[in-house]
């Protein structure tokens, strides 16, 4: 679970007033987006959960690995990265919603921010189970934008089901468009998900 939700895991999670759910291809920019818009809110406002925190430390503990190292954006993830993909799809076949439940597990805050979310299977459990608070935001960037960032073609990663398993059928209530030097999305942002989840962060 990301530490920049409830540290006191025993806590009772609190019902949500929005959640966020988060997509996008390797090096679109996600992590940025969210962080951006944690910071905007604050962090007695919003928390962010990430689906692959509680999935890295059980494949940590479960092969002797650094789990702060697998947290990282660094080539000792990279390395790990297809084999730990492997393993994930194994406890999603157990239960779909394994590492969803996991992830939020002592949330306080009325906004949620997913900054994760790879597989149908992801969205079905949280439309599932807080229908009235999900919404479903896709962040792009275009390949030379990614390439930029450091993305690279790897069979295996990139055409499994945890980088294409959105890519159709999934209705998206926004899709953020982070190319450049950031101004379009500042736009984005302030004139979408920033003044909805202020709104709803007010509701009784």
Known sequence: MSMD?????????????????????RKSGKDYVTDLIHKRLGPDVCCILRLSGPLKQQYAQDHGLDFEELLGAGEYKEKYRADMIQWGEKQREKDPGFFCHLAIKG???????????RRLSDLQWFWREYPNQSRCVRVEASEDTRRERGWEFTTGIDDAESECGL??????????KNEGDGSQLEEQLVTGLLSIAKEKAKED
């Open 107 to 117: 949330a306080q805050q009325p906004i949620w921010i997913v900054s994760d979310t």
């Open 5 to 25: 939700c409830c540290n006191v895991i025993s806590m009772a999670t609190v019902e949500p007033k929005l959640i966020l759910l988060f997509s996008g291809k």
């Open 167 to 176: 890519d159709q059928g999934v209705d998206f209530d926004w899709i953020i």
